[in-house]
C-alpha cells in the first residue's frame, strides 16, 4: 500500500503565500508523476498543476505565474508554492501521485487526505 501525507494548508489574507507538501510512503516503485488538485465548495475537482518523472510541468492557465509546483525524489515529496493568494483560491487542496509499486504491474492513482486554504481578509 500507498500512503500520502499532506500539510502546509491554513488561513491566509489575499497577497500572501502558502506552501504545501505531500510525501509519500510505502510499496514505491516509482513515481511517475505527482500533482495537485483543488475542490472549492459546490464545484467540481480541478488540476492545479502536475510534475512528472522528468521534470515537465503543466499548470491550470489561469494559475500559472502565481503557482509553482516542484518536486524532491529523495522524499518521495511534491510541493505547492502558492503566491499572491486570492479569496478565489480558497478550496480544499489534494496531492495525487501516479505510482507503480512492487506488487503492481501498471501505475495506479493515489490520493493525499485534503488540506483546506482559505484565502479571506
Known amino acids: 500500500q500507498v500512503q500520502l501525507v499532506e500539510s502546509g494548508g491554513g488561513l491566509v489574507q489575499p497577497g500572501e503565500s502558502l506552501r504545501l507538501s505531500c510525501a509519500a510512503s510505502?510499496?514505491?516503485?516509482?513515481?511517475?508523476?505527482m500533482g495537485w488538485y483543488r475542490q472549492a465548495p459546490g464545484k467540481q475537482r480541478e488540476l492545479v498543476a502536475v510534475?512528472?518523472?522528468?521534470?515537465?510541468?503543466n499548470y491550470a492557465g489561469s494559475l500559472k505565474g502565481r503557482f509553482t509546483v516542484s518536486r524532491d525524489n529523495t522524499k518521495n515529496t511534491v510541493y505547492l508554492q502558492m503566491d499572491n493568494l486570492k479569496p478565489e483560491d480558497t478550496a480544499v487542496y489534494y496531492c495525487?501521485?501516479?505510482?507503480?509499486?512492487?506488487?503492481?504491474?501498471?501505475?495506479?492513482?493515489?490520493w493525499g487526505q485534503g488540506t483546506q486554504v482559505t484565502v479571506s481578509a
Open positions: 510534475i512528472t518523472a522528468d521534470g515537465g510541468t
Open positions: 510505502g510499496d514505491i516503485f516509482s513515481i511517475q508523476a
Open positions: 495525487n501521485y501516479l505510482i507503480l509499486s512492487y506488487s503492481d504491474h501498471v501505475p495506479s492513482d493515489y
